[in-house]
């Protein structure tokens, strides 16, 4: 009786684990991946103001998530779409200094991602668009010797709070993203 109990705990068990993992669900995430491009720190925007050369140039968001533009100062653009600042932009155009402003803004750079833990080389670096976690370890040198191969963290801003999700390899990667990779442990 005592061999058929360690028979079953030493063959059996394996099997029934290994089932579990095959039949696994896909791993959910906290972190949003959808909607449009919402602006904020860091990114550099073109602004074309048609008809005014002066104000027609690249300008940086800065830490309060503004623009500071000639004639009508700061123009609050922190999660916003492009059409949205340049509308906003346009109003502020259109009350008193340009008779029927037309503005139109574009993204010049975006403002970079983060990534740190196991890898060869962490730090800030640019994003591109279309980025996976992949292509960012990439960017960042690849894996350490001792790294997790098969999963990362990753912190993404939503609104007015940070959200932390584990994630695939092939999980895209949104500028201003935090990517850490974790070490493996046997």
Not at 17 to 23: H, K
Not at 34 to 41: E, H, I, N, Q, R
Not at 43 to 71: C, I, Q
Request: charged letters at 20%; proline letters at 5%; glycine letters at 8%.
């Amino acid at each position: 009786m005592r061999w058929l109990r360690l028979f079953l705990l030493v063959f059996l068990l394996p099997l029934a684990v290994s089932a579990c993992a095959l039949n696994a669900r896909p791993a959910t995430y906290f972190v949003e991946t959808k909607g449009p491009y919402a602006l904020d720190t860091g990114d550099v925007v073109r602004v074309t103001v048609y008809g005014e050369a002066e104000l027609t140039k690249s300008y940086r968001v800065d830490d309060n998530g503004s623009l500071a533009l000639p004639l009508i100062g700061a123009v609050k653009v922190r999660g916003k779409t492009t059409q949205m600042a340049a509308a906003a932009i346009t109003a502020a155009l259109a009350a008193g200094y340009i008779r029927e402003p037309s503005v139109a803004v574009e993204i010049e750079t975006y403002r970079p991602f983060y990534i740190q833990g196991a890898v060869r080389n962490g730090g800030q670096f640019p994003y591109v668009y279309g980025m996976s976690i992949r292509a960012a370890i990439s960017t960042a040198g690849g894996f350490s010797d001792t790294a997790d191969r098969s999963k990362a963290i990753l912190y993404r801003r939503q609104g007015e709070e940070m959200v932390k999700g584990s994630v695939n390899l092939d999980f895209p990667v949104f500028p201003g993203d935090t990517i850490v990779i974790s070490e493996r442990w046997l």
